[in-house]
Structures are given as C-alpha cells and as structure tokens.
C-alpha cells in the first residue's frame, strides 16, 4: 500500500525526476519497517528537511498523490491530517486549532500557497 502511495505521487509530476527528494524520503520513511534502511531514510529525511527548510513530521497523515510545487519554507503541523491530491507550493503554514477535540480533516483536492 505505501509504495502504492509513492507511485500515485510520482504520478503528479510530468517526469519522475521532478519529485522533490524530500518528498520520495518522506514517503520511504512512512513505509519502511525495516530498521536500517529505515535509519538512512531518516537521516537523508532529516537533512532534506534541513537543507528546504522544511518542518513536516514523518508521522504527518498526508495522503497520496502528493504535489509539492516549491519544497522550500513549509511548515505542517504533525497532527494535520490531509486528503488525497494535495498542491502545496512554498511558504505554506498549517498550524492546528486548539478549539474543540477533534482533529480535523482538509479534504482531498486542494491547493494550498500561491498557485
């Protein structure tokens, strides 16, 4: 199912090599149970994160077919939950409401940051 996911993200992008590679260690990180594999995909995880300024958690539900215009400057709250087919474009902020107890669901189809 995971490696399902990375394939319906590599799907949104015109060449395979336009996916961002924060984006491909994002989604092997989510996928792997094997221990040392899944410890270099953390570690090239974390650098990307880094190198992007990127704050997104590797626990963050993001469902598939992820599409990240400008992997720089995004933030995402590790409690967000987002639909399936998702543009989010650089300098993108999703925070968390603290009003309530639900979390709360941004529905599939969006796009988020200047478009």
């Known amino acids: 199912m995971a490696k399902n996911i990375l394939e319906q993200d590599y799907m949104r992008y015109p060449k395979a090599s336009d996916m961002p590679a924060f ?3 994002f989604r092997k990180v989510q996928s792997t149970s094997f221990f040392p ?3 270099i995909y953390k570690v090239i995880f974390r650098l990307l994160k880094e190198i992007r300024h990127i704050e997104i958690s590797r626990t ?3 469902g ?19 639909g399936k087919n998702i543009n989010i ?8 409401s603290n009003r309530g107890g639900d979390k ?4 599939s189809v969006m796009k988020f940051g200047l478009v």
């Open 37 to 39: 594999l899944q410890f």
């Open 104 to 107: 709360e669901l941004l529905s």
């Open 60 to 62: 963050t539900q993001i």
């Open 23 to 25: 984006q491909k260690y």
């Open 64 to 82: 598939e077919g992820l599409y990240i215009g400008h992997a720089y400057n995004i933030t995402i709250n590790p409690n967000a939950i987002l």
């Open 89 to 96: 474009h650089r300098g993108v902020l999703i925070g968390q």
